[in-house]
């Protein structure tokens, strides 16, 4: 079974910090998401990421998949209480039709 | 562009009651349809996902079943809803493209209270 794994939970910062949350795996995924969930609403998809080692920036968004493929971080520069929100990372298998979902970290950021 | 639908936005039905949620999707062809479940706060539980018309997987044994009646329309239903069944419903699309690019694309759900 794969599963994935965020961390921290929870994270409650000031504005203008920098934080970064983190997926992990055991299993390998052929490409990876992040997406942004605010309360009521469904996930907003942010980034994929495809290529071992792939760093792919979004604004103050820093997205990066680990060299194995099994791991993903985003990184928030200067957060702003607009970044609050469940963020879930979903991996993806190559010819696979399901995507296997992280628990999510949720995020305030308190201005 | 694609666009996601589901309704109704918000549902309240009794024990015992049957369900009916519905899904459609736009701008695509033949994608491949999903439904979640999301209990408060927390991550998705995949229920069903279908690959095509009249093609339909379970991941979860539970009360609910779906049915994809045609290429862009996804159904969740059930003949008698438990309070268990209370939570917020995804449905959700995905595309392929070439062996290892997968992106999947949420609608904006459905918010079901059992009383």
């Known amino acids: 079974t794969q599963l994935l794994e965020q961390s921290p939970q929870f994270l409650s910062i000031q504005e203008g910090e920098n934080l970064t949350v983190y997926c992990n795996s055991s299993?390998?995924?052929?490409?990876l998401q992040w997406y942004r969930q605010e309360p009521g609403e469904g996930p907003v998809l942010l980034v994929t990421?495809?290529?071992?080692?792939e760093v792919k920036k979004l604004k103050r968004l820093t997205f990066q998949f680990g060299d194995a493929r099994k791991d993903s971080s985003l990184h928030i520069t200067a957060a702003q209480p607009g970044d609050t929100g469940l963020y879930l990372c979903?991996?993806?298998?190559?010819?696979?039709?399901?995507?296997?979902f992280g628990p999510g970290t949720r995020l305030s950021v308190l201005p | 562009s694609q666009t996601i639908h589901q309704w109704p936005a918000t549902l309240v039905q009794p024990v015992g009651s049957p369900l009916s949620l519905e899904c459609t999707v736009e701008?695509?062809?033949?994608?491949?349809l999903y439904w979640y479940r999301q209990a408060a706060g927390r991550g998705l539980q995949l229920l069903f996902y279908?690959?095509?018309?009249?093609?339909i997987s379970s991941e979860v044994p539970q009360n609910l079943s779906a049915s994809r009646p045609q290429d862009r329309q996804f159904i969740l239903s059930s003949k008698k809803l438990l309070l268990s069944d209370s939570g917020f419903y995804l449905c959700?699309?995905?595309?392929?493209?070439?062996?290892?690019?997968?992106?999947?694309?949420f609608g904006p759900g459905t918010r079901l209270t059992v009383l």
């Open positions: 701008g695509t062809s033949n994608p491949n």
């Open positions: 990421v495809v290529t071992g080692g």
């Open positions: 299993s390998v995924f052929s490409s």
């Open positions: 279908s690959v095509g018309i009249g093609q």
């Open positions: 979903a991996g993806a298998t190559g010819y696979g039709q399901n995507f296997v």
């Open positions: 959700a699309w995905s595309v392929q493209w070439g062996q290892y690019y997968n992106e999947q694309f």
